[in-house]
């Protein structure tokens, strides 16, 4: 069983829709990361969250840390949307170090 | 802002060469970590380093070695390249420490093909 594990796998959806992207986690130490990663690479953070719910333009990011489960929404949703979505959990390494563990990503297509 | 830059873009190399890659940060961030990404498996943590001359294991640790002599830099060796080591290479760095808020940083990657 995967530590992190996203749903769906890949969305498509319509200009204007709302989106939701799922997160389940069975390791980490309440900390959770939203990326968005764009076609050619790039990795840029969008959230990072311990608790309750945060708002940034159309997105959303909600955090249930006794369920180990984070949402991810995108309202009115548009093209330039497309991306490939990954959740991480902040985790400690064997020499105590702070690192990501990922899930596998959710690739959004957002059509005109 | 935080620049992490990475020696190439794309690569092809052949089988059994020996590969570097490079990554550089400028934002003195004491830990650096390589990555690569596949299809369906998201990023795989290859190795990281949490101090100069400090490397520790990651995931998928078999085939690759790590060098970093200076804070700035990170390398990831493959000694003898196989074409299952096609990837997107990632690299990415974090500051140290317990009181600050913890994100790692990427760079733009390299998407390596091994013929």
């Known amino acids: 069983k995967n530590e992190v594990e996203q749903s769906p796998q890949n969305l498509t959806a319509q200009e204007g829709e709302f989106i939701t992207i799922n997160c389940s986690y069975s390791v980490g130490i309440s900390a959770l990361h939203w990326l968005q990663q764009h076609p050619g690479g790039g990795i840029v953070s969008l959230f990072m969250l311990s608790s309750g719910k945060k708002k940034h333009g159309r997105l959303i990011a909600t955090i249930n840390i006794q369920e180990k489960h984070s949402s991810l929404h995108i309202t009115a949703s548009h093209p330039r949307d497309s991306a490939v979505y990954i959740c991480?959990?902040?985790?400690?390494?064997?020499?105590?170090?702070?690192?990501?563990?990922f899930g596998s990503g959710t690739q959004l297509t957002v059509l005109p | 802002d935080v620049k992490v830059t990475q020696s190439s873009r794309y690569l092809v190399k052949r089988t059994g060469e020996k590969v570097f890659l490079e990554c550089v940060q400028d934002?003195?961030?004491?830990?650096m970590f390589w990555y690569r990404q596949d299809p369906g498996l998201g990023l795989r943590l290859i190795y990281f380093?949490?101090?100069?001359?400090?490397?520790e294991k990651g995931d998928i640790p078999e085939g690759y070695s790590v060098s970093r002599e200076k804070k700035e830099r990170f390398s990831l060796i493959l000694e003898s390249a196989s074409t299952n080591q096609t990837s997107m290479y990632l690299c990415?760095?974090?500051?140290?420490?317990?009181?600050?808020?913890?994100?790692?940083?990427f760079g733009p990657g390299t998407r390596l093909t091994v013929t």
């Open positions: 991480a959990v902040l985790t400690i390494s064997s020499g105590s170090a702070r690192q990501l563990t």
């Open positions: 934002m003195d961030h004491e830990n």
């Open positions: 990415a760095s974090s500051p140290g420490g317990w009181g600050v808020r913890y994100e790692q940083y």
């Open positions: 380093s949490y101090d100069v001359k400090m490397k």
